[in-house]
């Protein structure tokens, strides 16, 4: 199995998680965006060579991993509430978020147990392409057309 296939299975069997809980295909995959986007954020904090901090620490992933129980899911919905308010980038990535995952036993599950023991960052370019890909249900189900195309079919 190449590395970019067993990103994308992991990645659906996260979506399982959430989708047991009641959350629709467009919030999972908001949801495990959000995660992946903080956890990537503390793996280039964290590196070795030349780090780089892209969230500040009080919105860090080392928050979520310190918590536990109903402090997991006040923590996770203060960070999406403080990036929000963030200026540039990260404000406008994090504009509008909520925490769709209710059951804090689910939220550690992603954040320790799945998200957490990969490290993202490593994977190929051509899997995290694949990877956003996978997360976009509407990307699946459409081809973009090729310059000078004026139709779009489905795959």
Same mark, same amino acid.
């Given at each position: 199995?190449t590395d970019?296939?067993r990103?994308?299975?992991?990645l659906?069997?996260?979506?399982?998680?959430l989708?047991d809980?009641?959350?629709?295909? =467009?919030e999972y995959?908001?949801? *495990?965006t959000? /995660?992946l986007f903080?956890?990537?954020?503390? %793996?280039?904090a964290t590196?070795?060579l030349?780090?780089?901090?892209?969230?500040?620490?009080?919105?860090?992933?080392?928050k979520?991993?310190?918590?536990?129980g109903d402090?997991?899911?006040?923590e996770?919905?203060?960070i999406?509430?403080g990036?929000?308010?963030?200026?540039?980038?990260i404000?406008?990535?994090?504009?509008k978020?909520?925490?769709? =995952?209710?059951d804090?036993?689910? *939220?550690?599950? /992603?954040?320790?147990?799945?998200?957490g023991k %990969?490290?993202?960052s490593?994977?190929?370019?051509?899997?995290?392409?694949t990877l956003?890909r996978?997360?976009?249900?509407?990307?699946?189900r459409?081809?973009v057309?090729a310059?000078?195309?004026?139709?779009?079919r489905?795959l």
């Open positions: 199995m970019s296939r990103l994308v299975d992991k659906w069997s996260y979506c399982d998680v989708r809980d009641g959350v629709g295909v =467009i995959t908001e949801q *495990l959000y /995660l903080l956890k990537m954020a503390h %793996e280039r590196r070795k030349a780090p780089e901090q892209i969230v500040p620490e009080v919105y860090s992933w080392q979520l991993l310190d918590a536990q402090q997991l899911e006040f996770y919905t203060r999406l509430n990036l929000a308010r963030e200026s540039g980038v404000g406008t990535i994090f504009r978020a909520q925490n769709r =995952i209710q804090p036993a689910k *939220l550690r599950r /992603l954040v320790v147990d799945l998200i %990969e490290n993202w490593q994977s190929a370019p051509t899997s995290r392409a956003t996978t997360c976009c249900p509407r990307a699946r459409t081809r057309p310059p000078g195309s004026t139709s779009r489905a």
